[in-house]
């Protein structure tokens, strides 16, 4: 149909790009924001969410910011089916001014649009999707809570809407964006997390989709992480081949930090060789580490003098378990933008618990450097690079 009208009547040769001057905004009726003390993470709807449509021979659809509500879509729906859908997650806090900020939000535009050329949707302009995501932020900003800790998290999603059954990839899609207000992500961290380390079903490998934030990735993922569950373990440690080389904490990514013998501290984390999910918490952390060491900022809580040496590096669970026995690691943690920083307490491999040291705090030292830091760039207390971006 789309073809015959584009070669018939001469419209839309070009199927339109993604252009956020075109966006049209409903007004909702406002909700009343529930206590924080309720909020349960990603439970909670906002008054508004932005919905953007592809269709083949047209394009890009006038983006729209209109009341939150169900969307209505043909059951023979591609994401349904085979599902080519992809996700992102970041968060939007409260400046020192009261602004609303976003923390390095080209980057998810860009892991976002590389996520969906890995499932062949079609393509758009990362920087019009995030202009219009800063408008739906100025609109919803009162959903962000002010407490610290607390965040509005943003969940921009991307489906395939072909409707139609064969196997192909989707002509048509469906982006839209929906915000929820977060709180602290594990609300007892103080003890830590414990992660029983799984090798027999894996969340990637080599050639496969780990490196993306496909929603397919997810799924498979939930029935070992109810045995995890059932056998008192918090998330799963994702091992891969026969060296039971570490991927990932549940969705987060791994990092190691382990004493040297001069004073300082190696901090190590597996390479981004196509099974990791590239984090930007992840690459966060590796670049405040090296800043640190370089002396250009320093990290709450550890003293300048101790440098940090980072490795993007395989690690294996008998590596750690050695380290472990000869009482080098200083803390394990996870990194992801939902947590920031999670200590990991222990790890059950090979039918014992390797129990790491976890401070009062949960955090040691370095974590819980990296998470003030990163709390202090994200709610624009302490500037650095340009990683806290207004919403302007
Ligand atoms: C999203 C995600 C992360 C963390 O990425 P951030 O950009 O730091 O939020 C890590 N691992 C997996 C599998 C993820 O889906």
Same mark, same amino acid.
């Given at each position: 149909?789309?073809?015959?009208?584009?070669?018939?009547?001469?419209?839309?040769?070009?199927?339109?790009?993604? &252009?956020?001057?075109?966006?049209?905004?409903?007004?909702?009726?406002?909700?009343?924001? +529930?206590?924080?003390?309720?909020?349960?993470?990603?439970?909670?709807?906002?008054?508004?969410?932005?919905? #953007?449509?592809?269709?083949?021979?047209?394009?890009?659809?006038?983006?729209?910011?209109?009341?939150?509500?169900?969307?209505?879509? &043909?059951?023979?729906?591609?994401?349904?089916?085979?599902?080519?859908?992809?996700?992102?997650?970041?968060?939007?806090?409260?400046?020192?001014?009261?602004?609303?900020?976003?923390?390095?939000?080209?980057?998810?535009?860009?892991?976002?649009?590389?996520?969906? !050329?890995?499932?062949?949707?079609?393509?758009?302009?990362?920087?019009?999707?995030?202009?219009? #995501?800063?408008?739906? #932020?100025?609109?919803?900003?009162?959903?962000?809570?002010?407490?610290?800790?607390?965040?509005?998290?943003?969940?921009?999603?991307?489906?395939?809407?072909?409707?139609?059954?064969?196997?192909?990839?989707?002509?048509? !899609?469906?982006?839209?964006?929906?915000?929820?207000?977060?709180?602290?992500?594990?609300?007892? !961290?103080?003890?830590?997390?414990?992660?029983?380390?799984?090798?027999?079903?894996?969340?990637?490998?080599?050639?496969?989709?780990?490196?993306?934030?496909?929603?397919?990735?997810? !799924?498979?993922?939930?029935?070992?992480?109810?045995?995890?569950?059932?056998?008192?373990?918090?998330?799963?440690?994702?091992?891969?081949?026969?060296?039971?080389?570490?991927?990932?904490?549940?969705?987060?990514?791994?990092?190691?930090?382990?004493?040297?013998?001069?004073?300082?501290?190696?901090?190590?984390?597996?390479?981004?060789?196509?099974?990791?999910?590239?984090?930007?918490?992840?690459?966060?952390?590796?670049?405040?580490?090296?800043?640190?060491?370089?002396?250009?900022?320093?990290?709450?809580?550890?003293?300048?003098?101790?440098?940090?040496?980072?490795?993007?590096?395989?690690?294996?669970?008998?590596?750690?378990?050695?380290?472990?026995?000869?009482?080098?690691?200083?803390?394990?943690?996870?990194?992801?933008?939902?947590?920031?920083?999670? +200590?990991?307490?222990?790890?059950?491999?090979?039918?014992?618990? #390797?129990?790491?040291?976890?401070?009062?705090?949960?955090?040691?030292?370095?974590?819980?450097?990296?998470?003030?830091?990163?709390?202090?760039?994200?709610?624009?207390?302490?500037?650095?690079? &340009?990683?806290?971006?207004?919403? &302007?």
């Amino acid at each position: 149909m789309a073809i015959l009208n584009s070669t018939t009547n001469g419209t839309a040769p070009h199927p339109a790009e993604l &252009d956020a001057s075109k966006l049209i905004v409903t007004k909702a009726e406002l909700k009343p924001i +529930p206590p924080l003390e309720s909020l349960v993470f990603g439970e909670t709807k906002t008054d508004h969410m932005l919905v #953007i449509n592809y269709a083949p021979g047209t394009g890009w659809s006038a983006p729209e910011i209109k009341p939150y509500g169900p969307l209505s879509l &043909d059951p023979m729906s591609s994401c349904f089916q085979y599902c080519p859908n992809v996700f992102e997650g970041m968060k939007a806090y409260i400046g020192p001014n009261g602004e609303p900020r976003l923390f390095r939000p080209k980057d998810n535009m860009e892991r976002l649009a590389r996520s969906a !050329a890995r499932v062949a949707l079609p393509p758009f302009d990362p920087k019009e999707l995030l202009v219009l #995501i800063k408008e739906l #932020i100025k609109i919803e900003s009162r959903w962000i809570p002010k407490l610290p800790g607390y965040s509005l998290y943003i969940r921009p999603t991307i489906i395939g809407t072909r409707p139609a059954l064969g196997v192909a990839a989707s002509d048509s !899609a469906c982006i839209y964006v929906i915000v929820t207000p977060a709180g602290p992500y594990f609300r007892d !961290a103080t003890k830590g997390i414990s992660l029983l380390a799984v090798g027999e079903s894996v969340r990637s490998w080599p050639g496969g989709t780990g490196g993306h934030k496909l929603g397919l990735n997810y !799924a498979p993922g939930f029935l070992p992480q109810r045995i995890a569950s059932k056998q008192g373990y918090d998330q799963v440690l994702w091992l891969l081949g026969e060296e039971e080389r570490v991927t990932e904490v549940g969705a987060m990514n791994f990092f190691l930090v382990v004493k040297r013998e001069d004073g300082d501290v190696d901090l190590i984390t597996p390479p981004l060789d196509g099974t990791i999910l590239p984090g930007l918490t992840r690459a966060s952390t590796l670049a405040l580490a090296e800043a640190h060491s370089a002396g250009k900022i320093t990290l709450p809580g550890v003293p300048a003098s101790v440098k940090l040496h980072t490795h993007e590096r395989p690690l294996t669970m008998r590596e750690i378990d050695a380290l472990s026995t000869e009482g080098r690691v200083l803390e394990v943690f996870g990194v992801g933008t939902a947590v920031v920083v999670a +200590p990991v307490s222990r790890i059950g491999w090979a039918g014992k618990d #390797i129990v790491l040291p976890v401070q009062k705090q949960g955090l040691g030292p370095i974590g819980s450097g990296m998470w003030k830091m990163i709390v202090d760039i994200q709610t624009g207390k302490v500037p650095f690079e &340009d990683w806290s971006v207004v919403c &302007d």
